[in-house]
């Protein structure tokens, strides 16, 4: 039942198919919904946008989820989550039995995140409006993928602002704390404790890259539980310096070694600070690649400038210990960093350390993470390789 009618500002985002409505783009609101409701959204002149749920203590007040004069229901769910998953099987997944599932926004649900690890899987439920409907949610998941268990992750920031606590645990079954699972024919372990949903599903493309060249000595930084290292020892390379602060993520990355029968002799792990280590590395040429995979340095367009200055400090002090040929695999996943801001970054680190760079990859997310171009928000991984001459 549509409790109330939000109607829009000429200069709302929503009329031109972005799906989020800030405070400062609503007219008026006719009727009194609360939060959670779901509510109609209309332009000044009065013509039908979307429909959505609504969250006064939010700055985004509604998220459109339908374009359409629809119920939300039961019967809704299953049509877009059905949907999105068969996106997901029309793909060739290089003997994986793991992808996102569902990727929020870009799957017309704001506020869900479902990643498949195997026959498990793990869920995020972002804001309130979709915790209202997660007991929805998780039976037409139950019914589309039968999972032996569905883990709720719900620790984002995100939740927080939606004024919700953050929730983890079993919520359909029981499985494992580290759930195992293939990507590209590997063992891998989603570690039910660690960051995001568990593993970074979204770098699986690019670490199957990473694995075609055969370095004789590498050094994976922010390396979390050793995706880019598995793929490349794997796959023949030779010795890995892995350095991550968590020691969690070190254990479960030897865990991931073990699984694939690496020798843990080809590898040393060093448990410290990132910034710290390339600082003391200095002067050292010693690698034919360096991996650079940092979480998102700034959460806000306030934090621009200092992520820009920590991404050219991470990435000077990187080339600085690549050997003339080398490679230089650096990533960014801070949205409010563009592209063309990031290869900046790289050139003005290139240009300060006297090197020169020839790209040979650019990439970003895999099709399970689709980019919705009407909504800037949903694109937000930047992955270049780079190599160095002098």
Same mark, same amino acid.
């Given at each position: 039942?549509?409790?109330?009618?939000?109607?829009?500002?000429?200069?709302?985002?929503?009329?031109?198919?972005?799906?989020?409505?800030?405070?400062?783009?609503?007219?008026?609101?006719? +009727?009194?919904?609360?939060?959670?409701?779901?509510?109609?959204?209309? !332009?000044?002149?009065?013509?039908?946008?979307?429909?959505?749920?609504?969250?006064?203590?939010?700055?985004?007040?509604?998220?459109?989820?339908?374009?359409?004069?629809?119920?939300?229901?039961?019967?809704?769910?299953?049509?877009?989550?059905? $949907?999105?998953?068969?996106?997901?099987? *029309?793909?060739?997944?290089?003997? $994986?039995?793991?992808?996102?599932?569902?990727?929020?926004?870009?799957?017309?649900?704001?506020?869900?995140?479902?990643?498949? =690890?195997?026959?498990?899987?793990?869920?995020?439920? @972002?804001?309130?409006?979709?915790?209202?409907?997660?007991?929805?949610?998780?039976?037409?998941?139950?019914?589309?993928?039968?999972?032996?268990?569905?883990?709720?992750?719900?620790?984002? %920031? $995100?939740?927080?602002?939606?004024?919700? #606590?953050?929730?983890?645990?079993?919520?359909?079954?029981?499985?494992?704390?580290?759930? %195992?699972?293939?990507?590209?024919?590997?063992?891998?372990?989603?570690?039910?404790?660690?960051?995001?949903? +568990?593993?970074?599903?979204?770098?699986?493309?690019?670490?199957?890259?990473?694995?075609? =060249?055969?370095? /004789?000595?590498?050094?994976?930084?922010?390396?979390?539980?050793?995706?880019?290292?598995?793929?490349?020892?794997? @796959?023949?390379?030779?010795?890995?310096?892995?350095?991550?602060?968590?020691?969690?993520?070190? #254990?479960?990355?030897?865990?991931?070694?073990?699984? *694939? @029968?690496?020798?843990? +002799?080809?590898?040393?792990?060093?448990?410290?600070?990132? =910034?710290?280590?390339?600082?003391?590395?200095?002067?050292?040429?010693?690698?034919?690649?360096?991996?650079?995979? %940092?979480? !998102?340095?700034?959460?806000?367009?306030?934090?621009?400038?200092? /992520?820009?200055?920590?991404?050219?400090?991470? @990435?000077?002090?990187?080339?600085?210990?690549?050997?003339?040929?080398?490679?230089?695999?650096?990533?960014?996943?801070?949205?409010?960093? !563009?592209?063309?801001?990031?290869?900046?970054?790289?050139?003005?680190?290139?240009?300060?350390?006297?090197?020169?760079?020839?790209?040979?990859?650019?990439?970003?997310?895999?099709?399970?993470?689709?980019?919705?171009?009407?909504?800037?928000?949903?694109?937000?991984?930047?992955?270049?390789?780079?190599?160095?001459?002098?």
């Amino acid at each position: 039942m549509i409790v109330a009618k939000v109607i829009l500002a000429p200069h709302a985002r929503a009329l031109k198919r972005h799906p989020w409505i800030f405070k400062n783009e609503v007219l008026k609101i006719e +009727g009194s919904p609360e939060d959670g409701d779901i509510v109609d959204v209309l !332009s000044s002149r009065g013509y039908f946008v979307g429909r959505g749920y609504f969250n006064s203590s939010s700055k985004i007040v509604v998220r459109i989820l339908t374009r359409k004069k629809e119920e939300i229901s039961r019967s809704f769910f299953h049509s877009k989550i059905k $949907s999105a998953l068969m996106h997901r099987l *029309n793909y060739r997944w290089n003997d $994986s039995n793991a992808f996102r599932v569902v990727y929020s926004e870009s799957d017309g649900i704001p506020g869900l995140i479902v990643d498949k =690890f195997g026959e498990y899987l793990v869920v995020q439920f @972002n804001t309130l409006g979709i915790e209202k409907l997660k007991s929805t949610i998780v039976d037409v998941l139950r019914e589309l993928l039968d999972p032996v268990g569905i883990y709720e992750k719900d620790d984002e %920031p $995100s939740r927080k602002r939606e004024g919700l #606590e953050k929730c983890e645990g079993w919520i359909l079954g029981k499985g494992p704390e580290l759930i %195992p699972f293939e990507l590209n024919g590997l063992n891998f372990l989603c570690d039910t404790h660690g960051q995001k949903t +568990g593993f970074f599903l979204d770098q699986r493309m690019n670490a199957w890259f990473l694995s075609r =060249f055969r370095f /004789a000595r590498f050094l994976d930084v922010f390396c979390y539980t050793g995706n880019f290292t598995v793929h490349c020892l794997a @796959n023949g390379g030779g010795e890995a310096t892995m350095v991550d602060y968590s020691e969690r993520a070190l #254990e479960v990355a030897r865990l991931n070694l073990k699984s *694939n @029968n690496i020798d843990l +002799g080809k590898v040393r792990m060093i448990r410290a600070n990132a =910034f710290d280590y390339l600082k003391s590395m200095q002067g050292v040429k010693a690698f034919d690649a360096v991996f650079l995979d %940092p979480p !998102s340095l700034a959460k806000s367009s306030h934090s621009l400038d200092a /992520a820009l200055r920590g991404y050219k400090e991470l @990435n000077l002090r990187a080339l600085k210990l690549l050997k003339n040929g080398g490679l230089l695999a650096t990533s960014s996943c801070t949205r409010i960093v !563009s592209r063309e801001a990031f290869e900046e970054v790289i050139r003005s680190a290139a240009r300060d350390t006297r090197v020169s760079l020839k790209r040979v990859f650019t990439s970003g997310q895999p099709p399970d993470h689709p980019e919705c171009l009407h909504v800037p928000e949903t694109s937000y991984l930047k992955f270049n390789v780079y190599m160095v001459g002098v």
